[in-house]
């Protein structure tokens, strides 16, 4: 998400000052586990993601180089992998402005304990199933995770299985976000599945992650932040569409208490509580195409603001900061549709959808009302995001910077709305007012 962002820097990661320092006797032992006759010989590091490609974490992409020595051979063969590190950054005074401990150490749960639970959740849920209905529901679109540690994580270059991100000011395509939605569906599945099946551990779970940003606790320490958020918005929208009044009076009574109105929404508890991604953006979904074009499969990455709440705070992020309006308009139904069959799907494998609801039309029914409680999120979120997507990678903010090096300071909003971004914003805003959603 925007304000816990951060270019991707080539700063040393072999630093002296460097917290998550990274050499070869720390690489060595985390593949041989997977080739024990493996060398790693070198490493060569490079940028891991553009400038407005990345902002959680700085990124690096390590390549690295060595050779193998099969049993009984006497010839060395050439070995070469390449890895995505993610690190804290190095300033201990930029870590305690973004709360990037916090945050990392989110993500860091979910590779070292929620995934490896569900994980094994599922195979045992779907063991006796054929291999087609285990791809069908079981959740497992993410990147390989070789390390993970309060201040680094070690994960699988996807971009060598041909993953691409998409492009950040074009958003998400109608059959792109069809193919996110089944993804998100089968992992909240998971969630919803494993919770009913084993309430004391989920419990556990979801307690050892903490709201990164939506907490009351953050209220003042991002005030300055919001209330520039908030003002961006409603001269957006009043210069887009000055004689729409009433729409103006509802926009400002929502932004009047607008980090308030947002941490009531991640906080509520509702029959579809799940473990949610929280940042499920365009930047933080990679694709593979097949050859005529259409995907073939999804990845989902970062996440660092996994939160427990309303599995609607996820389709609302995703849908009001990565679409246009106009497609909206004419697929919103069509996306709905698509990740309650996924859910449905899910669980009937899982083993928990007669448990926890009497008709896959009643599923139907707390979806949409879900997303109706959760729409106003998915504007206060696009509020934040809007700027950074719609703006050209030279525009794109650095949010670690700062003229201070003695104390921490809340982040501040440095790039301006665009043309674009307010033709996004006005949209959003006119079709949750006009649609009794604001």
Excluded at 11 to 37: A, G, N, R
């Amino acid at each position: 998400m925007g304000l816990n962002g951060s270019e991707a820097r080539k700063d040393s990661i072999t630093s002296s000052t460097s917290s998550s320092h990274l050499d070869l006797e720390l690489l060595q032992p985390l593949f041989v586990k997977f080739e024990p006759d493996l060398t790693i010989d070198s490493y060569e590091e490079a940028q891991g993601s553009g400038r407005g490609d990345n902002y959680t974490a700085a990124l690096f992409r390590i390549a690295l180089k060595g050779h193998t020595l099969p049993a009984g051979g006497s010839k060395k063969l050439k070995w070469e992998k390449s890895i995505i590190c993610k690190r804290l950054p190095d300033c201990k005074i930029k870590r305690e402005a973004f709360k990037s401990e916090a945050l990392f150490r989110n993500e860091v749960v979910f590779y070292n304990t929620i995934m490896p639970e569900y994980g094994e959740f599922q195979t045992r849920q779907l063991r006796t199933m054929g291999q087609r209905e285990q791809e069908q529901a079981s959740f497992r679109a993410v990147p390989q995770c070789y390390l993970a540690r309060d201040d680094l994580l070690v994960l699988e270059d996807l971009r060598v299985r041909s993953f691409t991100m998409p492009d950040r000011q074009a958003g998400l395509g109608p059959e792109q976000l069809k193919a996110v939605l089944v993804e998100l569906a089968r992992f909240h599945a998971v969630s919803l599945a494993y919770k009913q099946q084993h309430p004391a551990e989920f419990k556990r779970l979801a307690n050892m992650i903490s709201e990164g940003i939506f907490s009351q606790a953050n209220a003042e320490w991002y005030r300055k932040y919001y209330d520039v958020l908030t003002r961006n918005a409603v001269a957006m929208v009043r210069q887009a569409v000055p004689e729409k009044t009433d729409h103006l009076a509802k926009l400002e009574s929502f932004l009047s208490n607008c980090f308030g109105n947002l941490v009531e929404l991640v906080s509520r508890e509702s029959e579809l509580s799940v473990i949610c991604h929280g940042d499920c953006w365009t930047n933080n979904v990679l694709f593979r195409f097949s050859p005529d074009g259409s995907i073939a499969e999804t990845c989902l990455v970062d996440f660092q603001l996994i939160r427990y709440g309303s599995l609607a705070l996820d389709l609302a992020y995703l849908i009001y900061c990565c679409t246009d309006g106009s497609l909206r308009k004419d697929h919103l139904q069509n996306w709905l549709q698509t990740y309650h069959r996924q859910l449905v799907k899910s669980l009937r494998l899982l083993g928990s959808f007669d448990v926890l609801f009497r008709s896959e039309q009643q599923l139907r029914e707390l979806i949409d009302e879900e997303f109706r409680v959760c729409a106003r999120f998915g504007l206060g979120t696009a509020m934040d995001m809007l700027p950074i997507s719609c703006c050209s990678s030279d525009e794109a903010p650095d949010l670690y910077a700062s003229d201070s090096d003695t104390a921490a300071s809340p982040p501040e909003l440095n790039v301006p709305p665009n043309e674009q971004c307010q033709r996004k914003m006005t949209e959003l805003v006119l079709e949750l007012i006009d649609g009794g959603m604001l």
